[in-house]
Structures are given as C-alpha cells and as structure tokens.
C-alpha cells in the first residue's frame, strides 16, 4: 500500500496536570484514537486527504471534551460562537466560517463554503444559509451545552469584575484539527474552534483564517494549529511554514519547529501545531505545557500523546 499519514491535535496549552485525572486522560486519549480511526478508514481505502481530514475533526466536534463543536466555550455574553476551515493542497481551494452557532459540525459549513460558493470565508446568517441549504444538521442549545464550560466562563467573568486577569492558557484557546497525506501524496488541513472563553462577541481567532490557524499546499505542506489565535494570525504561522520550506529549503520539521518555539514562542504565542508533507512526514511541535495530539499511517500505527510523546516520523 502507498504511504499515508494522518494526524490530529485537541488543543494546546489547555493541559494541567494537577486536574487531568486517569479517569479524564483516557477520555482524552480514547477521543484523540476516535477522531484517528475515522481518517484512517478512508485513507486506507485510497480516499482523499480532504474526506480524511473531514472525518477527523467531525469526530472530535461531536466530542464535549474538546473545545469545539459540542463542547465550544461561551463568549462573554454567555453564547457560543464557532469557527472553522479546511482547504485542500491539490488547488489551494478553501472554505472558512466565522462566528456561527447551529450546525452540528463546524467544519462541514467551512467545507460547504468551499464547494458551494465562489468564496472562501463567510460569517453568521449567510454562511449558516450555505450550510442549509447543503443539508447540514442543526442542533439547538442544549446539545452545545456544557456545564464545565458555562462554570470557566463564570470564573473569568467574576475575576474580570474583581480587577485580575488570569494567564491561564485553558481560558486562552483550545482548537482541534487535522492534517493528512492521502496514498496519492494530496495533501489538506482542517482546523474547527469554540474560540477563547469569554471572548467579545464577534472575535475571530486564526483557525479560519487562511495561513494562520490553516494551510495546505502540495508543493509544501499541510497544518493546523492551536493557541494564542492572535499571535498566530500576527505572525502568519502556518504559511510561514510552507514560506520557510519553499524558499529557505527547510525541511517539515525545522521550518515548524522555527515557528512555533522562535516567531510564536517569543512572542507570547503559546501553542502548537501539526502538519504534514506530501513524502507524509509528521510534526507536531508546541511550545507549552502540553498539546492533545496523535497521528497514525498506513501500518496502522496510532499514537495518542498529551504531555511527552512523539514529535515526529
């Protein structure tokens, strides 16, 4: 069988230890091994890069554990607001949703956008009108509900009213995403996000921002990240990755490992990313405490990591 590589993140920076239970660690990792399978099933039957990538993050979007989908933060009006992207490195086609709440899956709205449209981001009611009129399920609140993420919001907003701030990366960002190499050597990327607990309504962070939170390009390679959205979108970091390998000849590994511990690092960009090359070369570098990660191939080899764990293959 050709080679094949695939792998996906939960979310970095988000992970203290001192709260992460055995009982809670293997929900994690059983959601990261979920999301795994789903991609892998269509990879190994020759499917593309794009359904791979699809199928990852639906998996983790239907998971309340993750900071996505079923499990989104609230803004600071106490509502929920997701993004989403995914593009495709055979054409550099890409879809992205901003700030939209209904669709049961975020990323089949980004996707919609790609195929159904001339575009590649929408927001709010018009892009919620594609994802209708492309057959998408709705969910009403209830099912986005968490009790866990309704208590942090509670928590932010009353250390706001008294004056602090807390540093917290869990309050700062948590994403998921996907990246894959399919058996033909396509690449694709999907990133899908609830956003920053207590953010202001209508904040767009980099996930479906082209070339911040998600990129792919045959030519270089595919990524998805996770973190401080702003400083991912100020410092480009996804492309710059592909700019790094296509113009200074970096490989995957160096070109990545550049920016997520020196452009984003340096400068208050706690995160990390995964992506991959069309050889199916993986990284998956991040610059904190720890990142919900896993990727598997066409042996069927699966990694899950959260802390220490495997950084390349």
Partial sequence: ???????????????????????????????????????????????????????????????????VGRGAVFTSEGVQEMDAAVMDGRTRAAGAVGGIFGPRNPVLNARAVMENTE??????????????????????APYFFTQARWDALQSTLAMRASGQEDDDPARRHGTVGAVA??????????????????????????????????????????????????????????????????????????????????????????????AVDAQGHVTMPFNCEGMYRGMVNENGNFETSIHAGPETR
């Fill in 119 to 140: 575009h590649v981001m929408l927001i709010g009611p018009n892009a919620l009108q594609i994802a209708r009129e492309a057959g998408l399920p709705f969910e009403e």
């Fill in 1 to 67: 069988m050709s080679r094949f590589s695939l792998a996906v993140h939960g979310g970095a920076g988000t992970i203290n230890k001192a709260s992460l239970t055995p009982d809670l660690e293997v929900r994690y990792h059983d959601g990261l091994r979920t999301a795994l399978q789903a991609g892998h099933d269509i990879l190994q039957q020759g499917g593309s890069a794009m359904d791979a990538v699809t199928a990852a993050v639906c998996a983790l979007e239907n998971e309340p554990l993750f900071n």
């Fill in 181 to 274: 190499c399919d058996t033909q050597g396509n690449l694709a990327a999907a990133t899908s996000t609830g956003g920053m607990t207590a953010k202001a309504p209508g904040r767009i962070g980099d996930t479906p921002i082209i070339g911040a939170g998600t990129f792919a390009d045959n030519e270089t390679c595919a990524v998805s990240g996770t973190g401080h959205g702003e400083v991912f979108i100020r410092y480009n970091a996804a492309a710059e990755i592909a700019a790094r390998m296509r113009h200074a000849g970096e490989s995957l590994v160096d070109a990545a490992h550049h920016v997520v511990m020196e452009d984003l690092g340096k400068h208050d960009g706690s995160g990390g990313l995964i």
